[in-house]
């Protein structure tokens, strides 16, 4: 599976963006995707995954209530709704995907490229 990331940028404290992943080679209607962050000299974080079905979501504490995951497995595509954005949501963002619904990174199989987030105050 490739997976291209896309959708970051620079938005004001506040703010709302929508990452898009996108995936080709094979269809993702049989993984469970995530998205992850990673801020510079930080390890890579969990921020939301969602299973097979799309029935069942998880988030990380710090996002709950403002990001949304979302997948449409017929176009082959994940989402990350994100509203109310703070400065402390600046990371790369990664969509994952993986066979197993958790929120360790090093399970998930097949990694995008990363697209930036940029909140400033």
């Known amino acids: 599976v490739q997976l291209q990331a896309s959708g970051g940028g620079l938005v004001q404290a506040g703010g709302s963006l929508r990452l898009s992943c996108a995936a080709s080679g094979r269809t993702i209607s049989r993984y469970v995707m995530g998205w992850f962050r990673q801020a510079p000299g930080k390890e890579r974080d969990f921020v939301a995954a969602i299973i097979w079905s799309g029935g069942s979501t998880i988030y990380t504490d710090a996002v709950k209530g403002r990001f949304t995951i979302s997948r449409d497995n017929a176009k082959n595509t994940v989402y990350l709704q994100m509203n109310s954005l703070k400065p402390e949501d600046t990371a790369v963002y990664y969509c994952?995907?993986?066979?197993?619904?958790?929120?360790?990174?090093?399970?998930?199989?097949?990694w995008g490229q990363g697209t930036q987030v940029t909140v400033s105050s």
């Open positions: 994952a995907a993986g066979e197993v619904y958790t929120r360790n990174y090093k399970i998930y199989n097949y």
